[in-house]
């Protein structure tokens, strides 16, 4: 995004610079406003397919699904949220827009654990994002759609663990009942 000067889009985009200017403001305007756009679609593709499923525990590993989907088409190039962080300084408008989407997803990912059944939502969800995150990067960078597919499963397990009731103790051989 940096790399791409004002000028190149301009003429790519066939506009005059006052009206980039005048519908922006700066070029990170322009940056702000798309990304904004694509965590508006993001979040819809992902809320309307997650409507799909019946139950608390499909919608959770449904967001791999949703993940899985997209990382199979053509068009797929990763996230656009990683790739415009990368080459983003600290501070600046990327940044802000990218928490924003960040902290959408982590609520999204704790929302589906608690209905779930969590015990501790947050924890999970940390766990899912990274998982996410992970899956994403790896469809990506080695062309794997199925990335998202094991991550499904990798979730399965840990919202198993999370949802699963207190560990019990069994007594071993020696251990006197009512210690």
């Known amino acids: 995004m940096h790399t791409v000067g004002i000028d190149r889009i301009i003429e790519h985009a066939g506009v005059a610079k006052a009206s980039l200017y005048s519908a922006f403001g700066s070029k990170d305007g322009l940056i702000r406003a798309y990304l904004e756009g694509r965590h508006q679609r993001r979040r819809e593709r992902i809320l309307t397919a997650l409507q799909r499923y019946d139950n608390p525990r499909d919608r959770l590993l449904g ?26 300084p600290d501070g600046g408008v990327v940044q802000e827009v ?8 982590r609520a999204l ?4 654990a608690r209905d779930a059944g969590a015990r501790d939502p947050q924890a999970l ?51 006197q009942r009512g210690l």
Do not use: H, I, K
């Not at 990382?71 to 415009?84: D, I």
């Not at 990912?109 to 589906?112: G, H, K, M, V």
């Not at 969800?125 to 790896?138: E, F, M």
């Open 125 to 175: 969800a940390a766990q899912l994002v990274v998982l996410y995150d992970g899956s994403s990067v790896g469809a990506r960078m080695d062309r794997n759609a199925g990335a998202a597919t094991t991550s499904r499963t990798v979730a399965a397990a840990l919202l198993d663990a999370a949802t699963a009731g207190p560990a019990t103790r069994t007594r071993g051989p020696g251990m």
């Open 109 to 112: 990912f704790t929302d589906l």
């Open 98 to 105: 990218c928490d924003e989407n960040r902290a959408w997803t």
């Open 63 to 88: 967001v791999f699904d949703v993940l899985a989907e997209l990382a199979a088409s053509a068009s797929f190039r990763g996230c656009a949220f990683y790739n415009a962080s990368a080459e983003s």
